[in-house]
């Protein structure tokens, strides 16, 4: 009955307008306008004596008309692609086929429609394209899709064939010299909905990552002590990966804090299926020989399908409070999808991931502020008892599993930041608490291996220096200090300081400079592995703690520095250029065999890169620019243990290792552009590079890659 009221109370009032400005047209002969609400006004004339004043109601202003801005870019051309040789690592990301190339770009800002498009085009396995759209804030809609390839080695096996290694007999099974890559596709699809009169968005999106061509598989179908056929084989592997996601959720202001939910569930499948070849039986033994492994067509080398799903619920305050507070909790769940038939019981494989967090910052006043963070995650594994496995004698054979390592850790953070002398100082402070618990790591353990620890705690502390002294010139200074009391693995380090400097100074708008240099000091004094002897009385012969306890210490240090200059010696010239090293070296003992007694040796791994860059930009005229770039990046790396000699195995000794693991590699590139503008509107470029792939010790993958790309665009 309300609603009947009201439409009939606006039928009412519309009709009574109208007559009202149907007799005032007629009374003063004034023109209707026929859009709806408006009027041509008369010119004014004095009113009769004893004339009624009609008052009439003053109108609203109009709305101020918004104007809608337009952009758009296309260019299109042709891109010429020349190698020389093997051109894989020359230009790793590079598809090595011309092609026609071109690219586009949108963009409308209105008043209540707002997008943008943008898209470029390389050639069929290189390209991208990005949509961005809102409608009032309401809408809004984000789609992309990128692609590019990866060119992928194809390593050569021993040569000549067959050959011997410790006593054993192998032949080399290779595959055809062709050129391996993957296709690495990604494309994104996201939309957000503000519902009208609530404070809440909907939030849902989808992701897929698509990775397709072909790479080398290698593998080994062979047994120490065995005197049957061992082979090592290498062939060509098809790849279809595909992982997809999909996401939904909301985000709501709920008065003092906004609630944010996420649901995510991610699979992946390998479309391509697990590689199946046939393989020998193996018998082990001497003089009799014992069936350990039966033979024929076995699955190998899976790529396990899988699936992963969670939820997230977060809560914060308003971020532009001086107090700040957020927390988060967050479920997920990894299900081993292994198909495997040979082997039975991956599939019940499964990971359970819980994650929470909790964060509180203070911001009194603009030079001082401080912050508290918390996290926890917690991963429980969860194993079968057991697999089965077609493959061992007998058959079926169940094969024990170690119980998994569950973990627990720990992390505190606190940051405290101040700015003094009007700003012209800013002093940061942080301590870092890392602490970690592992369960069932017995299981993983040798006798007398003291590595992955059941507990261990990691302190950080770190003191941070900004200041601007003078205009222009901005100095860093960082120094951080960090102590493990039980390091995890063999790399990882018990005390380590880190110092880092850092200057940036530019002067008039003509020079700039920026130095960097950084070094680091790592050291561990609790890295042992323990000796062991072979058991030969059982089948197959196994390995046995000898009880001798080797200890190692490890070294490391590293250092980086980094220059860079720019100038502009005159009007139209920019020119500058870098220089940078990056160091490491590591000093530890190694046990090359912790079968035989003795072998072990005092080593050092180093390696450093040179980058060298000279680039130079020159505005020629006012249609034309000019510009070249070159790069140089010199790398070395050696492996140099002490001679050392076992008297258990004649012949053996250190000798040679570090002239066959070292590399040297020059990578070189250059690259020119010119711009020409035909006009306002439309312009020409030209674009070449140059690159070349150079290492000293193994040429096989040398290589020079060259690119033509010449292209017309236009704007509008």
């Not at 011997?164 to 993957?182: E, L, Q, R």
């Not at 312009?683 to 792939?693: K, L, T």
Request: net charge negative.
């Amino acid at each position: 009955m309300i609603h009947h009221c009201k439409l009939v109370t606006i039928l009412a009032l519309t009709a009574a307008v109208l007559l009202l400005r149907a007799s005032l047209a007629l009374a003063g002969n004034l023109p209707v306008s026929a859009v709806e609400g408006t009027a041509v006004q008369p010119a004014e004339q004095p009113a009769e004596t004893g004339a009624e004043e009609v008052a009439t109601e003053e109108e609203a202003p109009p709305e101020t008309p918004v104007e809608t801005h337009n952009f758009a870019q296309a260019f299109s051309g042709y891109r010429f692609v020349g190698t020389d040789a093997s051109g894989g690592r020359a230009a790793e990301y590079d598809y090595l086929h011309s092609s026609a190339v071109g690219g586009l770009t949108l963009n409308s800002l209105g008043k209540d429609l707002k997008f943008a498009i943008e898209g470029g085009y390389l050639n069929d396995k290189d390209y991208h394209g990005d949509l961005l759209t809102d409608y009032k804030g309401e809408y809004r809609l984000h789609l992309r899709t990128e692609s590019l390839f990866h060119n992928l080695d194809r390593e050569r096996l021993f040569a000549p064939s067959p050959f011997s290694f410790g006593g054993t007999t192998y032949t080399a099974v290779t595959d055809p010299p062709v050129d391996y890559g993957i296709k690495v596709e990604q494309d994104l699809a996201q939309f957000r909905y503000k519902l009208h009169d609530f404070p809440i968005h909907i939030n849902v999106g989808y992701w897929r990552m698509v990775k397709d061509g072909a790479s080398q598989l290698r593998f080994a179908d062979a047994a120490f002590d065995s005197p049957d056929a061992n082979t090592v084989k290498s062939q060509s592997r098809r790849i279809d990966r595909q992982t997809h996601e999909g996401t939904a959720g909301f985000d709501a202001h709920l008065g003092p804090v906004d609630l944010i939910y996420n649901f995510q569930i991610r699979q992946f499948t390998d479309h391509a299926g697990t590689p199946l070849d046939s393989f020998s039986s193996r018998s082990i033994g001497s003089p009799v020989a014992t069936l350990v492994g039966s033979g024929g067509l076995q699955a190998h080398n899976e790529d396990t399908d899988s699936r992963f799903y969670s939820h997230t619920v977060k809560l914060h305050t308003s971020m532009t409070g001086g107090i700040v507070g957020a927390a988060s909790y967050s479920y997920g769940r990894r299900e081993n999808l292994s198909s495997l038939t040979g082997v039975v019981g991956a599939s019940q494989t499964t990971n359970t991931l819980q994650n929470a967090a909790g964060d509180f910052s203070f911001t009194p006043c603009k030079w001082f502020s401080a912050s508290l963070n918390y996290r926890r995650q917690e991963v429980s594994r969860d194993t079968p008892a057991t697999l089965v496995s077609a493959y061992a004698v007998p058959v079926p054979s169940n094969v024990a599993v170690r119980p998994a390592v569950d973990t627990q850790k720990d992390l505190a953070l606190a940051t405290l930041s101040l700015r003094l002398l009007n700003d012209l100082l800013t002093v940061k402070g942080e301590y870092k608490g890392e602490f970690l618990h592992r369960d069932n790591t017995q299981a993983w353990l040798f006798a007398g291996d003291s590595n992955l620890p059941e507990h261990s705690a990691l302190h950080r502390g770190t003191l941070t220096l900004i200041s601007r002294p003078v205009k222009g010139l901005r100095l860093k200074a960082f120094y951080g200090y960090s102590v493990t009391d039980h390091p995890a693995y063999g790399n990882a380090f018990g005390e380590k300081h880190e110092g880092q400097l850092l200057a940036t100074y530019a002067l008039a708008k003509r020079t700039g400079l920026t130095a960097s240099y950084r070094v680091i000091r790592e050291s561990n004094d609790e890295i042992s592995r323990p000796g062991f002897n072979t058991n030969n009385t059982t089948t197959p012969p196994t390995l046995v703690t000898s009880g001798q306890l080797y200890q190692f210490a490890r070294e490391k240090r590293t250092s980086n520095t980094s220059v860079s200059l720019w100038l502009a010696p005159v009007d139209r010239l920019t020119v500058s250029g870098s220089y940078g090293l990056l160091w490491n070296k590591v000093e530890q003992g190694v046990l090359f065999s912790s079968a035989v007694p003795g072998s072990d040796a005092a080593t050092s791994y180093s390696n450093q890169a040179q980058l060298y860059a000279l680039n130079g930009v020159y505005q020629l005229s006012e249609q034309l620019a000019l510009s070249l770039a070159l790069q140089q990046v010199r790398s070395l790396s050696r492996f140099d243990p002490t001679f050392k000699t076992v008297t258990l195995i004649p012949g053996w000794d250190t000798a040679g290792v570090k002239e066959i693991s070292q590399a040297r590699t020059v990578e070189s590139s250059i690259s020119a552009r010119g711009d020409y503008r035909l006009s306002d509107n439309s312009s020409c470029s030209v674009e070449y590079s140059y690159r070349d792939y150079d290492n000293e010790n193994v040429a096989f993958f040398n290589g020079t890659v060259q690119t033509v790309m010449a292209y017309l665009a236009v704007k509008w």
